[in-house]
């Protein structure tokens, strides 16, 4: 019988892992919430790397491994991609179509954090839903900027910075009283992608805010990828993974 490891991280890996068995393997890094009444094993925690990864792929009898992690997990996606050559397995990965911007839209793509602390210099109240990233930086804010931060959970801020803890998916309404409590004028957002449009976008373009977009990282080649859930069902039913 064969075994799918499935490298979660975006919430279409959950919906496939709601049709796996319970030979196959679900793996999170452990940031977010862990689901519980799934039927194949859910496994927590890293691997080491690409070789402790391809350890545990050949340790526990794996034939298929599919990434369904964010899409800037490069080093993630990286260590899948050679984890599965080195065991001699397909690697198949999910991977999300990127948001596009709309005529209305104000976006501006920026590469790394430097590029985006000079984007930001003409600006005074950030919205940052990036993560945890900004964290290590909430003692550089400049003197005329107030930052709100929001990632999935509360950390300490200081006289120039607020972090707000929330989980969405948030709803408009929610997006639209933050713009206007906070005094938003510029967004800082991941290209993460869905079938869904962003309502934190929405809000922006409704008030003509501007939006800084982290560019993409370049993942590593797999042998097939995937734009959506049904898309990924149909190849592993057609595979025979899912029995």
């Known amino acids: 019988m064969k075994r799918i490891l499935l490298l979660g991280g975006v919430t279409e890996a959950l919906a496939i892992a709601r049709t796996l068995g319970p030979q196959h393997v679900y793996s999170l890094a452990g ?3 862990v689901p519980t009444d799934l039927t194949c094993e859910v496994r927590v925690g890293g691997y080491g790397g690409a070789e402790g990864l391809a350890r545990y792929i050949r340790d526990e009898g794996i034939d298929l491994l599919l990434d369904a992690t964010h899409p800037y997990a490069a080093q993630i996606s990286q260590n899948a991609a050679l984890a599965a050559a080195a065991s001699n397995i397909p690697c198949w990965a999910l991977r999300r179509p990127a948001w ?3 005529p209305d839209d104000d976006w501006r793509e920026v590469a790394c954090w430097s590029e985006l602390v000079q984007a930001l210099k003409p600006f005074k109240r950030p919205l940052f839903t990036l993560g945890r990233e900004p964290l290590e930086h909430v003692h550089e804010i400049p003197e005329q900027q107030f930052w709100t931060l929001r990632a999935l959970d509360t950390y300490p801020g200081n006289e120039r910075c607020e972090v707000i803890g929330a989980r969405g998916p948030f709803l408009i309404d929610e997006e639209r009283a933050l713009f206007e409590r906070r005094r938003i004028d510029v967004l800082i957002s991941k290209n993460s992608g869905s079938s869904a449009t962003e309502p934190k976008l929405e809000v922006a373009r409704e008030r003509g805010v ?3 977009i982290l560019k993409r990282p370049t993942l ?3 042998d097939r990828e995937f734009l959506t859930t049904s898309d990924v069902l149909e190849a ?3 595979e025979r993974y899912l029995l």
């Open 31 to 33: 940031v977010g919430r």
């Open 220 to 222: 590593a080649q797999v």
């Open 100 to 102: 596009v911007a709309q």
């Open 210 to 212: 501007p939006v800084l």
């Open 236 to 238: 592993l039913a057609q």
